[in-house]
């Protein structure tokens, strides 16, 4: 009776358990290229570029430090909602639930990275993970909630918000990044993959979608099913990992121009 009675507690007028469910009939979720979907994209596109433009007055606003803090403290504050959120309502699955999704992982290690001021170590790589995991899924969002479910908001922040704090420790930080970082997460993201399909394999789950892609993508994109998923999960990965290291070239070669001057 303890369990059923917190289950009534609400959030802003809305049951816990149906704020923090991941599916709901009432709720249609984003519709891929819908408006939401567009409306979303659009705004987080005009901060990324909003951000580039103005990365000089960024770095003489200064305050590095309390940013790089509450930037992690964000990621970290999201992931602790969602999980407790997850296992308060009772709906934690071991096949949904591990921090094994590739985003998931980007968020953790961006969370350390955004601690402890690491631009010439881990960032190399897990900038490239910042891009490979969660661009292609705010591109292609398998999102079953809207405004009124934790999931949408935890989506929004560990994809489009945590894109947005890479870019500003690439562009306004000036973390490193290098050729040598796109090999690594070449090699390094095949081999979380193979991992992946192990642990897919024993315990029946989909992570990293390796199996399986989500049901609208084979809708809208019926030849998908002609190849295996990791086919095409390989295919979009180099594509996005060349495109990520394209921007921090001409930084670079922006830099190197401004130095000189």
């Not at 305050?63 to 969602?82: E, G």
């Amino acid at each position: 009776m303890r369990g059923k009675a917190s289950l009534g507690l609400s959030v802003g007028g809305i049951g816990l358990e149906v704020f923090f469910r991941r599916e709901l009939e009432s709720d249609s979720g984003m519709k891929l290229f819908g408006g939401l979907h567009i409306g979303i994209s659009v705004f987080f596109v005009i901060l990324y570029v909003l951000l580039i433009v103005n990365r000089k007055r960024l770095r003489e606003f200064g305050h590095f430090k309390t940013i790089r803090l509450t930037m992690a403290a964000i990621l970290f504050a999201n992931m602790l909602v969602h999980y407790t959120g997850r296992i308060a309502i009772g709906e934690w699955r071991l096949e949904e639930d591990l921090p094994f999704h590739l985003c998931f992982v980007a968020n953790f290690f961006m969370m350390y990275i955004l601690s402890t001021d690491n631009k010439h170590g881990l960032y190399r790589v897990i900038y490239f993970f910042t891009l490979i995991g969660p661009l292609p899924a705010a591109i292609w969002p398998d999102l079953h909630r809207t405004w009124g479910g934790y999931i949408f908001y935890q989506f929004i922040i560990s994809h489009h918000v945590m894109l947005l704090f890479s870019l500003y420790c690439l562009f306004v930080l000036r973390y490193e990044t290098s050729v040598k970082g796109v090999i690594l997460t070449f090699f390094i993201g095949n081999g979380y993959i193979g991992l992946m399909a192990v642990f897919n394999h024993f315990f029946d789950t989909n992570y990293v979608m390796i199996g399986e892609l989500p049901s609208q993508l084979y809708e809208v994109y019926p030849f998908l099913d002609k190849m295996p998923a990791v086919f095409w999960l390989e295919l979009v990965g180099i594509l996005v990992l060349i495109t990520a290291y394209v921007p921090t070239h001409f930084l670079r070669l922006h830099d190197t121009k401004e130095k000189k001057a």
